[in-house]
C-alpha cells in the first residue's frame, strides 16, 4: 500500500458513514454464518413454522388459563412430549390434554374452515381446540370421540353459529370435569422431559 493510500485509509476511519458502513457489513457476516449454521444442521425455519410454534404456543396459555381458573393443577410439557398439559385436581386424579389452535383458512371456491391435526388418540385424554378469529372459541372433546380420524374441521368463520357434528363441544368443559372424575390417582408430575 503506497504513502497517499495509506493516510485515504486512516482518514476514512474517522468518517462516522465508514464506521456505520463497517457495522452493516459485520451485521451481514453474521447474519449469514447463523443461516449457514443452521442450514447445515437442517434446523433452518421459515417464518410460516416460527409463526405456526408461537400460535401453539398462545394457545396452551389461553387454555392453561382457563383450566386454572376452574381451580385445577397444571402443567405444561416440553415440545417433544404427545400432549400438552398434564391436569389434575386436589384429589390427585389427573388427565392429559392435548391442545390445538387454527385460525380460518379461507377456500379458493368460497368458504373456509378451522382445521387441525390430531395424533397420539391413545396418548391424551381430551382435546381442546381453539378456532381463533379474534376471539377464542374453545372445542373439548374426549379423544374417544374423535378416532380414527386424523383431522377435525369447523366449517364455519363463526364458531358460535356452527351446526355441524363438532359444535356440542363448543366450551363444553363437563368433559373435562368428567375425564378428571373417571381418571384413576397419578402423582404429580414436577416436570415432564
Given at each position: 500500500m503506497a504513502a497517499g493510500e495509506k493516510m485515504d485509509h486512516e482518514r476514512d476511519k474517522d468518517d462516522p458513514l465508514y464506521w456505520q458502513m463497517r457495522q452493516e457489513t459485520d451485521e451481514f457476516l453474521r447474519r449469514q454464518r447463523w443461516w449457514w449454521a443452521h442450514y447445515q444442521n437442517s434446523t433452518l425455519k421459515n417464518?410460516?413454522?416460527?409463526?405456526?410454534?408461537?400460535?401453539?404456543?398462545?394457545?396452551e396459555q389461553v387454555v392453561d388459563a382457563l383450566i386454572r381458573q376452574m381451580g385445577y393443577r397444571t402443567q405444561t410439557t416440553t415440545h417433544k412430549c404427545p400432549f400438552d398439559l398434564w391436569v389434575q385436581d386436589e384429589a390427585g386424579r389427573a388427565v392429559k390434554v392435548e391442545v390445538k389452535i387454527s385460525r380460518f383458512h379461507r377456500l379458493k371456491k368460497g368458504g373456509g374452515r378451522y382445521q387441525c391435526d390430531v395424533r397420539h388418540h391413545d396418548q391424551a385424554d381430551l382435546l381442546v381446540f381453539i378456532a381463533r378469529n379474534g376471539q377464542d372459541w374453545p372445542?373439548?372433546?374426549?379423544?374417544?370421540?374423535?378416532?380414527?380420524?386424523?383431522?377435525?374441521?369447523?366449517?364455519?368463520?363463526?364458531?358460535?353459529?356452527?351446526?355441524?357434528?363438532?359444535?356440542?363441544?363448543?366450551?363444553?368443559?363437563?368433559?373435562?370435569?368428567?375425564?378428571?372424575?373417571?381418571?384413576?390417582?397419578?402423582?404429580?408430575?414436577?416436570?415432564?422431559?
Open positions: 417464518k410460516r413454522q416460527i409463526e405456526s410454534q408461537q400460535l401453539s404456543h398462545q394457545a372445542f373439548v372433546i374426549p379423544m374417544n370421540h374423535i378416532e380414527p380420524r386424523r383431522n377435525i374441521a369447523i366449517w364455519s368463520f363463526h364458531p358460535e353459529a356452527y351446526g355441524g357434528q363438532w359444535a356440542r363441544y363448543l366450551e363444553a368443559w363437563e368433559h373435562l370435569h368428567q375425564a378428571i372424575e373417571a381418571a384413576a390417582e397419578r402423582p404429580w408430575q414436577l416436570r415432564l422431559l
